[in-house]
C-alpha cells in the first residue's frame, strides 16, 4: 500500500494526538491488520494487537474478546458498510479514530484491483460525531488537519487548504 509514498505527516500528527490521550501502560486493540502504524505504536512503547483481516462488518469476534482498554481505528470505518456495529461492541473504554474527510472536489475512492481498499463511506466531520455519538461514544477531543502533497494543480492546491483527516479521542458513554 505504501511502495511509492509513506505518509509521515499524517503518521506524526497521529502518533502525537494517541500520545496525548493514550498511555504506554495501556494495551492497545488496532482495527485492521498489522501495518506500518500499528508498527510505529509498538516501537513508541505500546503495546499492541491487531484484528486479523476478518470482515468487521459481520465478525466482530476480535473485538468482543480483546481485553485491551483502548482500540485505535486509523482510517478503517470509512471501508465499513456498517461502522455502526462494530463501535457497538467495543468493550474497551477508550477509542482514537481517524478517517479521511469527504472532499467536495474529489470522488469516493475505490480501488479497482482491491476489494477491501474502496471506502463506502465519505465522512463529513459531523457525520463521524453523530456515528460515534449514536453508537455509544462521547467524543472528548478532535482534531482536523490537511495533507498537502507537494505537486503542482488545482487538486493539490485545493488539498493544502482543506482539512483531509479528522481524528478523535472518545470514551465510552452511558447509553
Request: glycine letters at 4%; a negative charge; hydrophobic letters at 35%.
Amino acid at each position: 500500500m505504501y511502495e511509492n509514498t509513506y505518509p509521515d505527516k499524517r503518521f506524526q500528527r497521529t502518533l502525537s494526538f494517541l500520545q496525548k490521550h493514550i498511555s504506554t501502560k495501556e494495551a492497545i486493540l488496532d482495527l485492521g491488520v498489522e501495518n506500518p502504524f500499528s508498527k510505529i505504536m509498538v516501537e513508541q512503547g505500546y503495546t499492541v494487537e491487531n484484528t486479523k483481516g476478518e470482515d468487521l462488518d459481520v465478525d466482530y469476534t476480535s473485538v468482543q474478546k480483546s481485553s485491551a482498554e483502548v482500540v485505535t481505528a486509523f482510517e478503517i470505518f470509512e471501508h465499513l458498510v456498517s461502522p455502526f456495529n462494530v463501535l457497538r461492541e467495543i468493550k474497551a473504554d477508550k477509542l482514537v479514530a481517524s478517517i479521511p474527510l469527504k472532499l467536495w472536489f474529489s470522488p469516493a475512492y475505490r480501488s479497482k484491483t482491491d476489494v477491501w481498499d474502496r471506502h463506502y463511506h465519505e465522512f463529513e466531520d459531523w457525520q463521524f460525531d453523530w456515528l460515534l455519538e449514536k453508537s455509544g461514544w462521547e467524543i472528548k477531543d478532535r482534531e482536523k488537519f490537511t495533507n498537502p502533497v507537494g505537486k503542482i494543480g488545482v487538486r493539490p492546491l485545493l488539498r493544502s487548504l482543506t482539512p483531509r483527516y479528522y481524528l478523535v479521542y472518545a470514551e465510552k458513554g452511558s447509553l
